[in-house]
């Protein structure tokens, strides 16, 4: 097989099966809210949202969405201690 299809190949099935291959060590994205922007961050487990609800839950709609995009390759929020 040519070397650039099996490449193709080879990513698009790591891809696939994302919750097996993939774990992610640390992002920061901007989510949009109804209210306000904020800003979710994670590192290793720990998850990090700038609204209120996080400081006093350790867990908010920002990071349950971005829990739900990202699947299994991220530590649950619920598990990790408050902030
Ligand atoms: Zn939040």
């Not at 979710?40 to 839950?57: F, K, Q």
Request: hydrophobic share 40%; glycine share 4%; net charge negative.
């Amino acid at each position: 097989m040519d070397s650039a299809v099996s490449r193709i190949l080879k990513a698009k099935q790591y891809a696939a099966e994302r919750d097996q291959r993939v774990k992610v060590h640390s992002f920061e994205v901007e989510l949009h809210g109804d209210n306000a922007n904020h800003i979710v961050s994670y590192h290793r487990g720990d998850w990090v949202c700038d609204c209120e609800e996080a400081a006093l839950r350790g867990v908010c709609p920002h990071i349950m969405a971005m829990e739900e995009i990202l699947g299994d390759s991220v530590e649950p929020a619920l598990l990790a201690t408050p902030h």
